[in-house]
């Protein structure tokens, strides 16, 4: 059997809920007494959804709500480690419950005291714990068999067989940024929490050369691209190249040789009569030189300079001219440039230790250049930048050259010597890349994982926020697929809990695997499962207020209802309003409420019309009484 989370309740989080409950399976009915602490469990042995999913996929449920009801939060204190979860949320209260299998459990949270019989067989002052329980069906009894998170506890093993992996949502998506809050280890004594928000570039290569054209037919990122740069903002802008080189205080290559640094790859503009003296150096040759040149003058400038007084540069500067330089070529250039890249590693790596205790490592850009050597020359646009197409399928080179980055991205100053970003693409593309990509990487971990990992519970956070609605009512299919081809352990599912505002996913997800939260006036949460879900139609699912107020925008909604009060508030048959407001209600696509606008305007002015004619009739008559009147008059004299 594979540990499942069953049940969530929260007492108190500081913020939207209390005593909620969420239920995420169909196989037992859960209740909390909060008022006895006490939790029992019904088994349902009529679950219709048994390996709905395939092999590898427990179930997926969803979370639905509007904007600001709360999905977020459900999924911050599932999914964070204890550091960050204690941090958003002071005071909190609740707790999780997984199956093992049958009468064995897990119950994870904080505060013990909720639940009376799990907070009896702890020691006092526990806060945040995890326990192996077993339960009595017939005696509805909590027996606690120990904790998983403790190093002397025979129920340790337990904690190594399920791991969270969170996707958070985000409003921008940074692929070569990684902050250090996200490795931090999870101090939990329960099971491990890890993000999937900053994927590693070479996985995002990979997938946008391969696996996208598994999951889109149509190949809409064609245009893509993936660029590698070297800085180019070692100097500030104003300075000449003469004031640069005079800030260095050394000559490269003994002045046998200009750097490559500076060469800003213009092309000169000469009189026809003369001819431009050709380059001895290709644009892959300027880029690896140029990429250790500007290493060099970071390091120089930026980590050893202002260390040194007078006398030890003018020593350290000695040393560098006295680095033997040959004929000038290329060969001759990387093995000198790797020189200095030692020398100047064993100068500044005791000042590094010292202050932050790092290390700058020299070999690995020697490592780097080599993966350099063997890209493609086309590859190569300028002596700062290398772009590479994704359209014409995986270069193993280029993949290679993008694991060689990943392995070293934490090293001291390798993230500021060479930036990987990828371009030309829409947000919604983006959103869709990042999504399958922290999947696979997610599969990947499942299937590499040290210890024996049997559920990866997977938390995703509004995934399709910037897709298209066929991407919104694909996603499901994608997921399962993705899952469903992958190379993965016998041994290994996945439970899949997903957050979203998007009505698109619902008919893929039967209705009690769903759980709505709705906000009610008073902003208090109401959790309750859907009336709505698999195969459920469309149209009939948006009706549904709780996805939305009305079924049109609300502009629309306001001009219908300000056109049926105009309508309403004519007292005079005017033929020129009556044409514009007729205009109006000709240009509504829906055909229902624009055939009963038009009823409207009909009998309004049926209206008017029997009106007009008859205060006409009126009038007619009025002058006919005057003219009858005028006639009798003379009679009378």
Known sequence: MYPTLVYLYIHEIGRCFWQEEFTFTNDFYINYDHLHRKLSFKKNSNNPYMDLWGDHISNINLIVGKNGSGKSTVLNLLGTKQYQRNHFFNNAQWFAVYHLEGESFIIEGRNPSLLRDVAGGLPEGFLDYS??????????QIAVEGEIGSDDSPQKKEKERLIYLYQSKSSERSWFRQLKDLSASDTFRGY???????????????????????????????????????????????????????????????GKGKALFFDRNKMPVLPKSKKRQANPWSIKDRFII??????????????????????????????????????????????????????????VNPILMEDNGVQ????????????????????FESNAQVVVPVSVGIDEDVHQLLIQYDRFIDKYGFRRSLQ????????????????????????????????????????????????????????????????????????????????????????????????????MDNLKRIVKKADFGLMGNFYDIVKNDFFLDSPVGEFAKSLFQSTVKRINNWEEYNEKEIKQVKDLISAIDEPVIRSRLQERIKSRVAELTAQWELEEQIVQMEKALIELKNRRRPNRD
């Not at 491990?192 to 696996?211: H, W």
């Not at 700058?360 to 590859?379: G, R, T, V």
């Not at 024996?452 to 919104?472: G, K, M, N, R, Y």
């Open 131 to 140: 326990v192996k329980i077993s339960y009595d069906y017939d005696l509805q």
């Open 290 to 347: 140029s990429y250790l040149e500007a290493i060099i003058m970071n390091l120089w400038l930026h980590s050893l300079l202002g260390e040194l007084n007078e006398e030890q540069k003018q020593e350290y500067i000695e040393q560098i001219n006295g680095i033997s330089y040959g004929t000038d070529n290329y060969s001759n250039r990387i093995t000198y440039l790797t020189e200095f890249l030692e020398l100047l590693g064993e100068w």
């Open 420 to 519: 990987v970003s990828f371009g030309h693409m829409s947000s919604g593309e983006l959103e869709f890349i990042h999504s399958f990509v922290c999947l696979y990487w997610a599969i990947n971990a499942a299937n590499n994982h040290q210890q024996q990992v049997d559920t990866i519970l997977l938390l995703l956070d509004e995934p399709d926020a910037s897709f298209h609605p066929e991407w919104s009512r694909r996603y499901i299919h994608n997921l399962t697929e993705c899952i469903r081809l992958s190379d993965l352990s016998e041994n290994i599912k996945f439970q899949i809990i997903i957050a979203t505002h998007s009505p698109f996913m619902v008919s893929d997800v039967p209705k009690e695997h769903i759980t709505c939260i709705n906000v």
């Open 192 to 254: 491990q929490r890890q993000y999937l928000d900053k994927p590693f570039v070479a996985e995002i290569y990979r997938f946008m050369s391969v696996q996208y054209k598994n999951l889109e037919k149509v190949f809409t990122i064609d245009k893509a691209v993936c660029i590698i740069q070297r800085p180019d903002n070692i100097f500030p802008d104003f300075m000449m190249e003469e004031e640069k080189l005079e800030m260095l205080g050394f000559q490269f290559y003994q």
């Open 360 to 379: 700058f490592n020299a070999p690995i850009y020697s490592m780097l250049i080599i993966a350099f050597e063997a890209l493609k020359d086309i590859y």
